[in-house]
């Protein structure tokens, strides 16, 4: 009952509105944009930053922010939201939870039993996640839908606590399923709820959580190994080769995970009209899941 009730608070401070089933088909060949680790002045920024390159070619992205990068840089936070940008909680420090748990055995030493650490890393590490919200609150002015796991270090327990909290969770691994966590559904009726809009008519809700079921795997992230990959021409080699086999295996929906990153940017004035060449189609990540994220107080 508690964990609901933090679901609800969270979603209080949520505008969702419900596109038209016409608009909705995880059928379509669509990508999504989405940033981690920013937000970062020097790359967002200037004639030839990602922000121009973003509202030149009309696309709407997620940033993944690090709670302490926002409270750095809260200028730089309204303005992504001013322009249409989604804010998103990626924690406050970019700790995963096993270097949370790490930190725990550091302290307490490793006589305490591993249940003992990794109780104690996970309360660490769900706090960093608070804080990362909290950050964001105070700076976008609302409480964040998304949450991307740093380095993507989840399991499905992590997974539905997080989904308990409120959020709907990023994350590469396929073996994890929302519909294993007990309060997924709640949290889908509460953004129902909580809609400024009317919801769709039931037939095609039912339609929606029949994909949402039958498809978990379209709304999982593709890891573009920017990081890795520091130059723009072999990064989007290496990206459209990763859409190519994503294809094959009947997948058309892809969320790409990027950071801000100069060669990123660089890759993007490049990728971004090819894939518009080659039928794309650029949505929001609210998008993946039938709704769209609207004016926040």
């Known amino acids: 009952m508690k964990a609901f009730r ?3 608070l969270a979603l209080l401070c949520v505008t969702i509105s419900f596109p038209a089933y016409s608009e ?18 020097e790359i967002l920024k200037g004639p030839k ?17 690090q709670g302490w990068q926002a409270k750095a840089s809260p200028d730089m936070v309204r303005e992504l939201r001013v322009k ?7 924690t ?15 302290k307490l030493g490793k ?15 769900l706090k960093d996640v608070d804080e990362g919200m909290l950050a964001i609150l105070a700076t976008a002015g609302y409480r964040p839908l998304f949450f991307r796991p740093p380095l993507w270090n989840v399991d499905q327990d ?26 997924f559904q709640k949290l889908l009726e509460g953004i129902q709820k909580y809609s400024r809009s009317r919801r769709l008519p039931e037939a095609n ?6 994909l949402w079921r039958g498809q978990e795997r379209l709304r999982r992230d593709v890891n573009t190994e920017d990081y890795e990959i520091r130059d723009s021409h072999k990064l989007v080699e290496y990206v459209k080769k990763v859409i190519r086999n994503r294809e094959q295996e009947k997948i058309s929906v892809h969320i790409l995970v990027f950071h801000e990153l100069s060669w990123t940017t660089e890759a993007l004035r490049i990728l971004i009209p090819y894939l518009k060449r080659q039928g794309y189609r650029f949505e929001n990540l609210p998008w993946i899941y039938g709704i769209t994220e609207g004016d926040r107080p």
């Open 84 to 90: 249409g940008h989604i804010i998103a909680n990626h």
């Open 111 to 125: 006589d305490v039993g591993p249940e003992v650490l990794k109780e104690k890393g996970l309360e660490r590490y």
């Open 158 to 183: 992590l997974y539905c606590q997080l989904v308990a909290r409120g959020y709907l969770v990023q994350t590469v691994q396929r073996e994890i399923h929302d519909y294993n966590c007990p309060d």
């Open 49 to 65: 930053g990602l922000l121009l390159l973003l509202e030149a070619e009309k696309i709407r992205a997620t940033f993944f922010v």
């Open 6 to 8: 933090i679901v609800l």
């Open 92 to 106: 406050y420090g970019h700790a995963s939870v096993t270097q949370w748990i790490k930190a725990a055995e550091n």
């Open 205 to 210: 809700q039912q339609k929606i959580e029949e």
């Open 24 to 41: 909705y088909s995880l059928r379509d060949k669509t990508v999504v944009l989405t940033f981690d680790d920013g937000p970062r002045r």
